[in-house]
């Protein structure tokens, strides 16, 4: 019997995709004009594989990812630009996140039958416990616990520690909750390793590549497929 429904933060409830994309291409043009060297072709190519390795250890630290870069190319970053980018980044995505059209009443349905909470990965935002869900209070309030992974010592997604807090505050068995999120190899992967019953949404709205996979796993173009959940979960239709 399934008694909680929970979600992942972005790209599950609300779309910052154009928020993260406007925000990258600003730091690194910013960057690129700081290191006053090479042509963009090969910078970009250099910035990107930087990022992405971070990104494969989950580490999302801006700062990290950015002084590897001017490592790269021998110099020593300006502290004080960094922190003018830092700021200028998260106020980008913020001012271009947008909550997709279903989400809050989704949410008011699915928490008349279920209990409702959220694991999160940090994206490293400015200082701890300023996730952005922070930001949406007519969202944040549906969800107890919200557990933001990357933060005290709680290791990021796909680790099964975010995960096995979560149930043990609602006090229920992997297998009584359903996990939903956009990322496979971070939700999916997370979730089905500590026994949840794992919903991949690729979000109608969303421009992204997905990656394909055979499985099982119910897949959803909107959250209002969660509405029906037992259907969902038996037949793993969209």
């Given at each position: ?8 933060f972005g ?23 700081d290191l006053?060297?090479?042509e ?11 990022r ?13 990812i ?5 490592s790269?190319y021998?110099?020593n970053?300006?502290k004080?630009l960094?922190?003018?980018l ?11 996140t ?5 989400t ?13 909470a959220?694991?999160?990965?940090t ?7 300023s ?14 616990p ?5 933060e ?6 796909p ?7 979560c149930l043990?505050?609602l ?21 089905s ?8 949404i690729?979000h109608?709205t969303v ?6 996979r ?6 959803i173009?909107s ?15 969209k």
């Open positions: 019997m399934i008694k909680a429904v929970i979600f992942d790209q599950t409830l609300v779309d910052s995709a154009q928020g993260f994309r406007s925000a990258e291409c600003e730091v690194q043009k910013r960057i690129y004009a006053g060297t090479r963009w072709t090969g910078f970009i190519a250099d910035y990107r594989t930087i992405k390795e971070f990104h494969d250890s989950s580490n999302f630290s801006r700062h990290d950015w002084n590897a870069v001017y790269l021998d110099k970053p300006d004080g960094l922190e003018e830092e700021e200028g980044y998260w106020e980008k995505i913020c001012a271009d947008v909550v997709f059209p279903e809050k009443r989704v949410l008011e349905i699915l928490s008349t039958r279920y209990s409702l959220l694991i999160t990965n994206q490293a935002e400015r200082r701890g416990g996730h952005r869900i922070g930001g949406f209070p007519e969202l944040a309030r549906f969800f107890s919200i557990v933001v992974a990357g005290d010592d709680i290791p990021p997604k680790h099964p520690a975010p995960f096995l807090q043990e505050e006090d229920i068995a992997g297998s009584e909750a359903v996990y939903v999120g956009d990322d496979w190899n971070i939700d999916m992967c997370g979730a390793a500590v026994g949840m019953h794992p919903v991949w690729q109608c421009e992204r590549t997905w990656p394909v055979e499985s099982t796993v119910p897949v173009t959250l209002l497929a969660l509405l029906d959940l037992e259907q969902l979960l038996s037949r793993g239709i």
